[in-house]
């Protein structure tokens, strides 16, 4: 499968506005964003707290893209098939969290849903070498996870190159993900640098127009 060439748009909902998240998820699936994207925070691996499977399942019923839940939590092993039954359709741990990573890999496929792996800003890139092959998407933090609204790091530019030039050395498919500061001022530079999926939250969602905001971040 060869690496498409639009970019793809991941509205983060965690900056929406929950007491409207009906109208927030139809204004969604109008727009031109490719999937919907989940932060599952659990005050131990990061220091904050977002939500969890009831929610999840809310969004599922009404939502028309796929969900891309990204966990941010200690033990993901233990609720893997929960969040599968919960809707989620790619499914990101991080390297950090996961004490043997190609098995939970392999579970989460064996589960039907995509297997994706997030690298904190201060793991290496080199250290996923070993499981490129087997995924779908990597998710590299240009931000510290945990809270929304942060600044770009923009050291974040050399690690995506590194990790395109490991992913093009194999020949794999795998998609390049990045979550943190990204918005219309940086997206071009991101995507030029080898990203494939832009996870997007304040930009989106403190715009007097997301779904032309969205419309705009797309088609840069």
Do not use: W
């Amino acid at each position: 499968m060869k690496r498409t060439m639009s970019h793809m748009i991941a509205p983060s909902i965690l900056n929406a506005d929950f007491l409207h998240l009906g109208n927030v998820l139809e204004m969604l699936n109008r727009s031109e964003a490719d999937y919907i994207h989940l932060d599952i925070m659990d005050g131990r691996f990061v220091p904050n707290l977002s939500f969890g499977f009831p929610i999840i399942q809310q969004i599922k019923k009404v939502a028309q893209k796929p969900l891309d839940v990204h966990l941010m939590i200690v033990e993901p092993d233990k609720y893997l098939e929960e969040f599968r039954n919960a809707g989620a359709d790619i499914l990101t741990v991080h390297y950090e969290a996961c004490d043997d990573l190609k098995s939970t890999i392999e579970r989460i496929r064996e589960l039907g849903m995509k297997p994706s792996v997030s690298l904190k800003p201060q793991t290496e890139v080199s250290v996923l070498g070993p499981y490129l092959a087997e995924l779908d998407m990597v998710l590299i933090m240009s931000v510290n996870p945990g809270y929304g609204g942060q600044s770009f790091m923009v050291e974040s530019y050399e690690r995506i190159k590194e990790l395109k030039s490991m992913i093009d050395k194999i020949g794999s498919s795998t998609r390049i993900q990045v979550d943190g500061g990204v918005g219309q001022d940086n997206i071009g530079q991101l995507r030029d640098s080898g990203v494939d999926v832009f996870v997007v939250g304040s930009a989106i969602f403190r715009a007097n127009d997301p779904e032309g905001m969205i419309r705009m971040l797309k088609n840069i």
